[in-house]
C-alpha cells in the first residue's frame, strides 16, 4: 500500500503560543523556560515570546536563547514596571497556549496566572513551570540549587573525590518536556469540551522526570535492582584517547561485539562473555590494555578501522560539534540559517515531525481475521479528559520507546504492551524495565507464527497510535510498518521513535543512550575543560527521547481529531540527545557550546559552581545578578573580588581570579555556616547533600510535598514486592486527572482479555495458544 502526505500544513498550523518568562535565566532553567515554545513552533505553532528586557547576568556572553528562539517573534517587557503587567495578559488573551516560567512574585503575584487568563479566555491553555517547592523550602529556578538539594552532584562518577558539577541539565529539561506534555494533552481535551485548562510542574518534578531508571527502590532486592537503586551502575565507561588526544566511544550491546573487539584488538579471548567480565572487574583490567593499544593511531583510523570490523563506536565529539556530521545535516537535525544577532549559524533543527497521510486504497477486510472491533465511539473507561478512550498499541523494547507509551498511560491512555513470548529483553534488567513499563496491559506474541498476523491486524484496528522504535527495517521483517497498519487502520497515529532517523548514513546502524551522549556533546560537556570525558549511567538521552516522541505523538493526535487524516510521527534518539545541548551552534566552522565545566568538575566560574568548605562538605553557589554578587562581597568580607559577577568560563578560559579568592575564604568555616550566612543575605545557596545512591533516591521520593501531590508510584511488583517510583511529572486541571493502570505487568498477564476485546471467541484463543502463537500468564 502507498503512502502519501496529504496536505503541508503542520500538525499545529494555526496554533497562537505565548511563551512568558520573566526573571529566569537560560544557564539556570533555559530548557524549562525554552524548550516549549521551540517544540511548539517545530511542530507549526506560531509563537511570541515574551521575555524580561533585564537579564539575569549568568547569561552574559551566553547565546542559548538566541538560538532556542530561532523563528519566533521576541517581545521584551520591563517586569518591573506597572505598565508589563497589562501588556503581557493583553498580548496573552487570544493565545490557545500560554506558557509562564519565573519567580510567583513576577507572575501570580501581578496578577499572571491561570485565573486571570481563563476570565479572559475560557479556552486558554496555561502550562506553568513553578519554582521547586519542597519540605526543606522554596529554590529558585536554578538547576544546579535543585541537582544540590536532591544530592544529584553525589551521583556523578568525576574525575577526583567528592561531588561534581552536573553539566547536564536534567531537571529543566524534564520541566520543559513536562509542561509541554500537560499541554498538548490539554489542547487536545478542548476540541472536545471546548474549554482550555492548566498544567505545572517545577525543576525538581523534571528532574524525576528524566531519571526515573536511577530512581526506585524496592522492597526484595535483586543484583539488577541493586545495579542502579542502590549502586552508581558500571564504573567502565569505554571512551579511550586516541594519538591525536581525541576520544572514541565503543559500545557492545550487539550480540558479538565484545568477542569481535577482543579479536580485532589482539586481546585475549573471553571465558565468560562480556556481562560476567563487566560485574567481575575483569573489564577494568582490559581497559587499562585497551587504553595503550588506542594510543598508537588516530581517532579516524580507529573508526575506519572498527566499523568495517561491524563494532560500534562513535566519536567523542564536543557540544555544537555533530551539527556538522553529514548525517546529521543530511536527516535535517542540523540547519543554517541567518541569525539577526549572530549572522549565518547551523542550529538544531526540528527534532520531531509530524505528517498528515491518507491511503491510496481502503483498507481491506481480512478474511483470516474473524474477529472484530466494534468502534461505536464508547470505549470502556472513556471521559473527556486528556487521553481517556485513546488505545495505544506498544511495540517498544528498551527504554525510549516505552517511555511514550507509559506517559500516554499516565494521561488516561488504554495501553497494550507487546512483548515476545521469551518476555521484553529489559525484564531481566529491572530498573530500566521499571522505568518504561508502568500502567499498561501485556501480551506476548510470537511475531513469526503463522497466526501472529491476525494477532496483530487486530491490534491494529483497535488502536488510535500504534508505536515501537525498532531498528530501520525490523518492522517490515515482523509485519508492523507503516504500510501493513494503515491497510488495517488507514487513519491511525503511527509513531516510529528510531536511534538515527529513518535515513542516512547511520539509519540502519545500532544506537544506544551510550553513543549519543559521545555524539551530542553530553560525555564531552560533562568531563570538563582538557579532561577525559565522563559517562553518566542515568538514561537521560534514552527518557528524554520517551518525552518527546510522546510530545509528537499527542500532537499528532490532535491534528487528526481536527483534520481526521492519519498521521506519522517520527522522532530519534539522536534528535533527543541534541536537544539536550541545543543551545550549542556553529559559527564561521566552529562550534560554541556554552559555558564550560573546569577540568576539576566545580562549576562554569566563580558564580555558578560548587564550592568545598573548611569541614570538607560541599555547596553550590548561583549567583543570578549583580545584587545578589553584591550581597554575597559584603558577606565574604574579602579584597579582590570585581564589582561584577565575573561572566560564565567560555571555551579556551581558565580558572578564575574570584574563583581562587572564594575557594580559599571558603575553607575557613564550616559549609553549614557558609550556607546559612549566606542564606540570611539572600544569596541563591544550597547544600550539596552528601548520599549514596539509596540516600539519593529517598530524598528524591521521600519528601512530604512529593508524595503530597502524587508523584510517586507505589505498587506490587510480584517477586520485588513493594515497588516505588517517579510517577506522573505534573499536575493538571482544574478538574482532577486520569489515573493510569496501576503497577507493571506480567508476561502476557492480559493476553486473553485483550483478545477477547479483539473478537477471538474461546476456541479461537485456545488455538493461538496451542500454535504457541500467543502466551497468557494471567
Known amino acids: 500500500m502507498e503512502l502519501r502526505p496529504i496536505d503541508d500544513a503542520a500538525a499545529l498550523s494555526g496554533l497562537r503560543v505565548v511563551d512568558i518568562s520573566l526573571g529566569t535565566s537560560a544557564v539556570g532553567s533555559g530548557l524549562a523556560s525554552n524548550l516549549p515554545g521551540v517544540l511548539l513552533r517545530d511542530l507549526g505553532a506560531e509563537v511570541t515570546r515574551v521575555r524580561s528586557a533585564h537579564r539575569s547576568t549568568l547569561d552574559t556572553g551566553v547565546d542559548f536563547e538566541r538560538v532556542w528562539q530561532r523563528g519566533t517573534t521576541v517581545i521584551e517587557v520591563d517586569h518591573e514596571s506597572p505598565e508589563a503587567a497589562p501588556r503581557i495578559l493583553a498580548l496573552a488573551a487570544e493565545a490557545d497556549v500560554v506558557f509562564l516560567s519565573g519567580p510567583e512574585e513576577l507572575l501570580e503575584g501581578r496578577g499572571i ?179 595503550a593499544t588506542f594510543a598508537t593511531a588516530e581517532r579516524a583510523d580507529w573508526l575506519d578501522r572498527l566499523s568495517r570490523a561491524g563494532i560500534r563506536c562513535e566519536p567523542v565529539l564536543r557540544p555544537g560539534e555533530a551539527l556538522t556530521d553529514p548525517h546529521v545535516r543530511e536527516t535535517g537535525l542540523s540547519v543554517t540559517a541567518e541569525n539577526p544577532d549572530l549572522g549565518p549559524v547551523t542550529v538544531l533543527g526540528p527534532v520531531a515531525r509530524v505528517t498528515a497521510t491518507s491511503t491510496l486504497t481502503a483498507a481491506p477486510a481480512d478474511a483470516a481475521y474473524t474477529g472484530g472491533v466494534a468502534d461505536t465511539g464508547a470505549r470502556p473507561g472513556a471521559s473527556t479528559r486528556l487521553l481517556s478512550g485513546v488505545r495505544v498499541l506498544d511495540l517498544a523494547a528498551y527504554l525510549a520507546g516505552p517511555v511514550t507509551a507509559q506517559i500516554l498511560g499516565d494521561l488516561g491512555a488504554d495501553v497494550v504492551k507487546v512483548e515476545p513470548m521469551s518476555g521484553d529483553v ?250 546559612r550566612r549566606l542564606t540570611a543575605a539572600d544569596v541563591p545557596v544550597e547544600a550539596v547533600a552528601q548520599v549514596d545512591r539509596r540516600g539519593f533516591v529517598a530524598r528524591v521520593l521521600d519528601d512530604p510535598l512529593t508524595r503530597q501531590s502524587g508523584r510517586v508510584a507505589s505498587f506490587d511488583w510480584g517477586a520485588r514486592g513493594r515497588t516505588e517510583t517517579p510517577g506522573c511529572q505534573f499536575g493538571v486541571g482544574p478538574t482532577p486527572r486520569p489515573t493510569g493502570r496501576p503497577g507493571i505487568p506480567g508476561l502476557g498477564e492480559h493476553t486473553a482479555e485483550v483478545l477477547a476485546e479483539l473478537g477471538f471467541d474461546a476456541d479461537a484463543r485456545a488455538a493461538l495458544a496451542a500454535s504457541r502463537t500467543v502466551r497468557s500468564d494471567g
Not at 588526544?245 to 579471548?269: H, M
Request: with cysteine; proline share 6%; hydrophobic share 40%.
Open 113 to 291: 496566572g491561570y485565573a486571570e487568563l481563563a476570565a479572559r479566555n475560557p479556552r486558554t491553555v496555561v502550562g506553568r513551570v513553578r519554582p521547586t517547592h519542597t519540605a526543606r523550602g522554596p529554590l529558585p529556578d536554578l538547576e544546579l540549587l535543585v541537582a544540590a538539594r536532591a544530592g544529584l552532584p553525589t551521583q556523578i562518577r568525576g574525575h577526583r573525590g567528592g561531588p561534581a558539577f552536573p553539566d547536564l541539565a536534567v531537571a529543566s529539561a524534564g520541566a520543559g518536556l513536562a509542561v509541554t506534555v500537560g499541554a498538548l494533552a490539554t489542547l487536545y481535551e478542548r476540541e472536545t469540551t471546548g474549554v482550555g485548562g492548566w498544567v505545572e510542574t517545577s525543576l525538581a518534578d523534571g528532574l524525576r522526570a528524566i531519571l526515573p531508571m536511577i530512581i526506585g527502590r524496592v522492597e526484595v532486592p535483586s543484583p539488577a535492582t541493586d545495579l542502579l537503586w542502590r549502586d552508581q551502575g558500571p564504573a567502565d565507561g569505554f571512551a579511550y584517547r586516541c594519538a591525536d588526544g581525541e576520544y572514541i566511544q565503543l559500545w557492545f550491546g550487539a550480540k558479538g561485539a565484545y568477542e569481535a573487539f577482543l579479536q580485532e584488538v589482539g586481546d585475549e579471548p573471553s571465558e565468560k562473555g562480556y556481562t560476567a567480565d563487566l560485574v567481575s572487574g575483569a573489564l577494568t583490567e582490559r581497559g587499562r590494555r585497551w587504553a
Open 426 to 675: 529489559h525484564r531481566s534488567m529491572e530498573p530500566m524495565f521499571a522505568a518504561g513499563q508502568r500502567g499498561k496491559r501485556a501480551v506476548a506474541v510470537d511475531l513469526k507464527a503463522p497466526g501472529a498476523a491476525q494477532v496483530l491486524a487486530g491490534l491494529f484496528r483497535w488502536s488510535d497510535v500504534v508505536h515501537h522504535n525498532a531498528r530501520v527495517g525490523l518492522a517490515d521483517r515482523l509485519g508492523y510498518d507503516e504500510a501493513t497498519v494503515r491497510t488495517a487502520n488507514p487513519d491511525v497515529v503511527y509513531g516510529h521513535s528510531s536511534g538515527f532517523g529513518p535515513t542516512g548514513p547511520r539509519a540502519l546502524l545500532p544506537a544506544n543512550d551510550h553513543l549519543m551522549q559521545a555524539l551530542s556533546g553530553v560525555e564531552a560537556g560533562q568531563g570538563g575543560a582538557d579532561s577525559p570525558p565522563t559517562f553518566m549511567a542515568w538514561g537521560a538521552i534514552d527518557v528524554t527521547g520517551g518525552w518527546l516522541s510522546a510530545c509528537a505523538v499527542i500532537a499528532a493526535l490532535y491534528a487528526r481529531k481536527r483534520s481526521g487524516a492519519g498521521q506519522s510521527v517520527s522522532t530519534s534518539l539522536l534528535g533527543s540527545a541534541l536537544t539536550l545541548k541545543s543551545g550549542a551552534y556553529v559559527r564561521g566552522g566552529t562550534a560554541v557550546g556554552g559555558p564550560v565545566l573546569d577540568g576539576e568538575q566545580t562549576g562554569y566560574g566563580a558564580a555558578y559552581r560548587l564550592y568545598q568548605a573548611g569541614d570538607g562538605e560541599w555547596f553550590a553557589l548561583a549567583v543570578p545578578d549583580a545584587g545578589a554578587w553584591e550581597r554575597l562581597r559584603q558577606v565574604v568580607a574579602i579584597s579582590g573580588l570585581p564589582d561584577a559577577p565575573p561572566p560564565l568560563r567560555r571555551a579556551g578560559e581558565g580558572r578564575q581570579d574570584a574563583e581562587r579568592l572564594l575557594e580559599e575564604v571558603f575553607q575557613a568555616e564550616p559549609a553549614e555556616a557558609w550556607v
